[in-house]
């Protein structure tokens, strides 16, 4: 089974992208429990704007999320069951 190394936030503070992080923390706890494993991963949420420019993406691209250095999201994500399926995807495939 692969494994979630890095998961990266780049977003200004905002409503969707503390959404997006909670939502990531309980689909991996989820996953966890379903798997039986520990899925050691770090986060890192990019909120300056200096910093967030240096990734290239627009404003309205915002949120942006990577995993594993890859691109998975990029603007507002309305289904948590989209996040689910993309690390199931990781857990599985890569």
Do not use: W
């Amino acid at each position: 089974m692969a494994q979630i190394k890095k998961i990266e936030l780049i977003c200004k503070p905002c409503h969707k992208c503390k959404v997006l992080k909670e939502r990531i923390e309980t689909i991996l706890r989820c996953m966890e429990g379903k798997h039986g494993i520990k899925i050691k991963y770090e986060f890192v949420h990019y909120q300056d704007m200096k910093t967030i420019s240096q990734f290239g993406y627009g404003i309205n691209e915002l949120p942006v999320l990577l995993i594993n250095g890859q691109l998975a999201f990029s603007g507002h994500v309305r289904g948590e069951h989209l996040v689910r399926m993309k690390f199931e995807e990781i857990m599985r495939y890569t």
